[in-house]
């Protein structure tokens, strides 16, 4: 077989064994048996939400286990049919079966990752904070360059995006910036981007040019809804208000209508200036506080399958989860995974989903990659 279909059905086979292995496909299959049975049930819509919490879960072990049986099928025929080619000479026949085959990774690929989507929260709506680091203008100039990063790559997605909260630098750039993505999966794929992230370029607040390091974190945490129930004590939460800055609105400035809650217990903070109305805007941060609250304890029973868990850490040297290098030389690294781009570019333009769908594999797999960062 020619080096280039045998390494995309490479490709293909590895797609293949991931999904496997994520769906137990063993167990899947039973799980599958039992959810059709009960949809045969005619006493299951007598618990509307129920019925479509069955249904839900249906679709997408049924979607999962089709798209692997489909792809596994269309492999072995355009394998049979390139081998059948090379033996008769057919260069037409062979070169039509590698652009198949080629076409069918790619499908593979996003199949892969649409599977992978399976988490108890990652079909929502998804809140993406940015924070700068230390470091004053840079870092905050960096922290308003990430926040534009995720605005485009969800643009092209196709999401909404709403900015919730803005807190403008002193000179440029923010010092934070809560932004609420709705879109299908929207949770799913953005979970991955919380971390540290570490910027190297020409400063241009340097009038001596020279070239400075910047960090800036991101925090991903899902949209809940009124099917997720979150105890909340109104003694354990603080309160402030303050005047919006930054992004615009007639209301901006104007009035004390921002709101900042703190939830003592947990030291967690939300705001939001979204609204004209403090009351809104309460109620906006409320839902971002519970939001908050139930993200921890998703990420606490993944630490408990996984036996590690990827705290919220200081924002600088040690932590960072990816690297962006402008100068002298331009790279993208991931330090989890290993996938770079030698257009940062493109990535700062949104082109995230690289990144995203080798960070989804890694949580499948649990390999762990040795990676070097970036001087």
Same mark, same amino acid.
């Given at each position: 077989?020619?080096a280039?279909? #045998?390494a995309?059905?490479?490709?293909?086979?590895?797609?293949?064994?991931?999904?496997?292995?994520f769906?137990?496909?063993?167990?899947?299959?039973?799980?599958?048996?039992?959810?059709?049975? &009960?949809?045969?049930?005619p006493?299951?819509?007598?618990? $509307?939400k129920?019925?479509?919490d069955?249904?839900r879960?249906r679709?997408?072990?049924d979607? /999962?286990?089709?798209?692997?049986? /489909?792809?596994? !099928?269309?492999?072995?025929?355009?394998?049979?049919?390139?081998?059948?080619?090379?033996?008769?000479?057919?260069?037409?026949?062979?070169?039509?079966?590698?652009?198949?085959?080629?076409?069918?990774?790619?499908?593979?690929?996003?199949?892969?990752?649409?599977?992978?989507l399976a988490?108890?929260?990652?079909?929502n709506?998804?809140y993406?904070?940015?924070?700068?680091?230390?470091?004053?203008?840079?870092?905050?100039?960096?922290?308003?360059?990430?926040? &534009?990063?995720?605005?485009?790559?969800?643009?092209?997605?196709?999401?909404?995006?709403?900015?919730?909260?803005?807190?403008? !630098?002193?000179?440029?750039?923010?010092?934070? /910036?809560?932004? #609420?993505v709705? !879109?299908?999966?929207?949770?799913?794929?953005?979970k991955?981007?919380?971390?540290?992230? &570490?910027l190297?370029?020409?400063?241009?607040y340097?009038?001596?040019? &020279?070239?400075?390091?910047?960090?800036?974190?991101v925090?991903?945490? $899902?949209?809940?809804?009124?099917?997720?129930?979150?105890?909340l004590?109104?003694?354990?939460?603080?309160?402030?208000t303050?005047?919006?800055?930054?992004a615009?609105?007639q209301?901006?400035?104007?009035?004390d209508?921002?709101?900042?809650?703190?939830?003592? $217990?947990?030291?967690?903070?939300?705001?939001?200036?979204?609204?004209?109305?403090?009351?809104?805007n309460?109620a906006?941060?409320?839902?971002?506080?519970?939001?908050r609250l139930y993200?921890?304890?998703?990420?606490k029973?993944e630490?408990?399958?996984s036996?590690?868990?990827? /705290?919220?850490?200081?924002?600088?040297?040690?932590?960072?989860?990816r690297?962006?290098?402008?100068? $002298?030389?331009?790279?993208?690294?991931?330090?989890?995974?290993?996938?770079?781009?030698?257009?940062?570019?493109?990535?700062l333009?949104?082109?995230?989903?690289?990144?995203?769908?080798?960070?989804?594999?890694?949580?499948?797999? !649990?390999?762990?990659?040795?990676?070097?960062?970036?001087?």
């Amino acid at each position: 077989m020619r080096a280039e279909a #045998q390494a995309n059905a490479d490709k293909i086979n590895d797609a293949l064994a991931l999904l496997r292995r994520f769906l137990d496909w063993d167990r899947a299959l039973r799980r599958l048996d039992e959810l059709n049975a &009960r949809v045969e049930d005619p006493t299951l819509w007598d618990d $509307p939400k129920a019925a479509q919490d069955v249904m839900r879960e249906r679709r997408r072990l049924d979607e /999962a286990i089709a798209a692997t049986r /489909a792809i596994e !099928g269309e492999l072995a025929d355009t394998v049979e049919l390139l081998e059948m080619a090379e033996a008769e000479g057919d260069e037409a026949m062979a070169d039509e079966a590698v652009a198949s085959i080629a076409a069918l990774a790619e499908r593979a690929d996003q199949d892969k990752i649409k599977a992978l989507l399976a988490g108890e929260a990652d079909a929502n709506d998804a809140y993406i904070e940015v924070h700068a680091g230390a470091g004053g203008t840079e870092s905050q100039d960096w922290a308003e360059m990430l926040q &534009r990063m995720y605005q485009r790559w969800a643009e092209k997605r196709g999401f909404k995006v709403d900015l919730i909260e803005y807190q403008a !630098g002193e000179q440029a750039g923010i010092k934070s /910036a809560t932004l #609420q993505v709705k !879109g299908e999966n929207a949770y799913g794929y953005a979970k991955t981007e919380s971390g540290v992230h &570490r910027l190297v370029r020409i400063s241009p607040y340097d009038s001596s040019a &020279r070239r400075h390091t910047s960090f800036s974190s991101v925090w991903v945490y $899902p949209v809940i809804d009124d099917n997720i129930e979150i105890e909340l004590n109104e003694g354990d939460i603080k309160m402030d208000t303050y005047r919006a800055s930054g992004a615009g609105g007639q209301h901006v400035n104007t009035t004390d209508s921002a709101v900042r809650l703190t939830h003592i $217990p947990t030291g967690i903070i939300v705001a939001s200036q979204n609204d004209r109305s403090q009351h809104k805007n309460r109620a906006t941060a409320m839902n971002m506080l519970k939001a908050r609250l139930y993200e921890a304890e998703l990420q606490k029973r993944e630490a408990a399958a996984s036996g590690e868990y990827a /705290a919220k850490t200081e924002i600088g040297w040690g932590h960072q989860i990816r690297s962006y290098v402008l100068q $002298p030389y331009q790279l993208v690294k991931d330090l989890r995974t290993g996938v770079t781009s030698t257009a940062p570019s493109d990535v700062l333009d949104g082109a995230l989903d690289p990144f995203m769908a080798a960070a989804l594999s890694q949580r499948v797999t !649990g390999e762990k990659v040795e990676v070097e960062d970036v001087d």
